[in-house]
Each structure stands twice: as structure tokens, then as C-alpha cells.
């Protein structure tokens, strides 16, 4: 079946640094890559979408600035925190699809201090 | 936009007892899907289901499009059932964007 891994699973980073996390799809290419963000106890809500190859559309109320993703190829998404803030503490987690097939990754808890 | 709507927010059951959960949307989809979410935020598909009914072992879910809401049945619930259930809903044709409702929070009780 469709794997997307996702890394890291989990991270700690001091307040005003930057935090990168990946997406691959191992054995489907992923044209589409979403990215959404859980508090807890909370939803996923939608972050961006992420086209192979243009740039990503983001939701209303989202820091494209805050929040780079990058999909320079098929098989690889990520997600750049930059900045970060004990705000942006949260629950990160991507979902890939191709022609009706779609995976989520397994999520990356982002701690902020 | 649309609106995804899950009751109830929380459930607590006795290992063995039976469940409905409802999700209403407040407009047409073009794909419903229902998925668990472990304790370690894995999110599991149990079902893609934009209509009619589908059963996998003791998971059943029904979908009636016509009137915008969906059911997931568990029947013989377990422990390892519990966590927190999600419908999601995709809404505008050809963008592939899932919208999840709120959850419901699952406990079964051994």
C-alpha cells in the first residue's frame, strides 16, 4: 500500500529557530501533498497544499512566511517552521495522493521552549 | 465553506457495547472517509464511503448523501477501540482537500 514517511516524529526546539520536516512517499508519487496542524485535543485543520514542482496554496489565516513548504519533487515534501513560537507548538501531519490514492504520514509533535 | 459536524464529542462504553457515531456536513461532497486516531496520532482509514453502507469486521458505516450525514457503527466495542474517531469530507471537485469534523473521543472501559 501507500507509505508516506514522515520525520521527525517528534521535536524539540528553543523558541526562534527554525524546524524543517519531511514528507516522502516511498512507493507512490506523490503530486499532492497536504499539510495540516493539530492542537490538542483539537482537529486537523488544513495548513497548505503542495503541488509538485509550484508553489504551495495556503489556507485563509496561514503564515506562508511563517510556514515554508517546499515540493521540489515527486517523492518529497516539507514543512519549515521558521521562528518558531511556543505558539506553534503542535501536531503536524501530511497527507499524499496521486490519482485517488492518499496516505498520511505519521505525524511530528513539535515542541517549542 | 463547509460544515462538518460530529456527535457526540465524547463517548465512554463498556467493553462489548455498541455505538453510533454521526457526522453531518452542510453541503454536497464528493468523497466521505472515516478514520481512527491512535494514541500516538496515527491516523487509520476505516472507510471511504460518499454513499450506501459498508461493513469491515465489527465497523460498519452508512452514508446517505441525499441527506448529508454519515454513521459509523461499532459493534462489540473492545478496548483497543478506543481514541478519537473522524469523518472527513472532501468538498470542492478535483482539490483533493479533506475538511475533518471536531472528532469524537472514544473510551472503552475493559
Known amino acids: 500500500g501507500a507509505v508516506v514517511s514522515q520525520h521527525p516524529s517528534w521535536v524539540i526546539c528553543k523558541s526562534g529557530t527554525s524546524v524543517k520536516i519531511e514528507c516522502r512517499s516511498l512507493?507512490?508519487?506523490?503530486?499532492?501533498m497536504f499539510w495540516y496542524r493539530q492542537f490538542p485535543k483539537q482537529s486537523l485543520m488544513l495548513m497548505a497544499t503542495s503541488n509538485e514542482g509550484s508553489k504551495a496554496t495556503y489556507e485563509q489565516g496561514v503564515e506562508k512566511d511563517k510556514f515554508l513548504i517546499n515540493h521540489a519533487s515527486l517523492t518529497l515534501s516539507t514543512l519549515t517552521v521558521t521562528s518558531a513560537h511556543p505558539e506553534d507548538s503542535s501536531f503536524y501531519i501530511c497527507?499524499?495522493?496521486?490519482?485517488?490514492?492518499?496516505?498520511f504520514g505519521s505525524g511530528t509533535r513539535l515542541t517549542v521552549v | 465553506g463547509i460544515q462538518v459536524e460530529q456527535s457526540p464529542p465524547d463517548l465512554i462504553l463498556q467493553e462489548g457495547a455498541n455505538s453510533t457515531l454521526r457526522c453531518n456536513f452542510s453541503d454536497s461532497v464528493n468523497n466521505l472517509q472515516w478514520f481512527h486516531q491512535n494514541p500516538w496520532g496515527q491516523l487509520i482509514n476505516l472507510f471511504y464511503?460518499?454513499?450506501g453502507t459498508k461493513q469491515n469486521g465489527r465497523l460498519s458505516a452508512t452514508t446517505v448523501a441525499t441527506e448529508r450525514y454519515s454513521l459509523l457503527y461499532i459493534s462489540s466495542s473492545q478496548t483497543t477501540d478506543s481514541g478519537v474517531y473522524f469523518c472527513a469530507v472532501e468538498w470542492s471537485s478535483n482539490t483533493g482537500k479533506l475538511i475533518f469534523g471536531q472528532g469524537t473521543t472514544l473510551q472503552v472501559k475493559p
Open positions: 512507493d507512490f508519487q506523490a503530486t499532492t
Open positions: 497527507r499524499g495522493t496521486v490519482l485517488g490514492r492518499d496516505t
Open positions: 464511503i460518499p454513499s
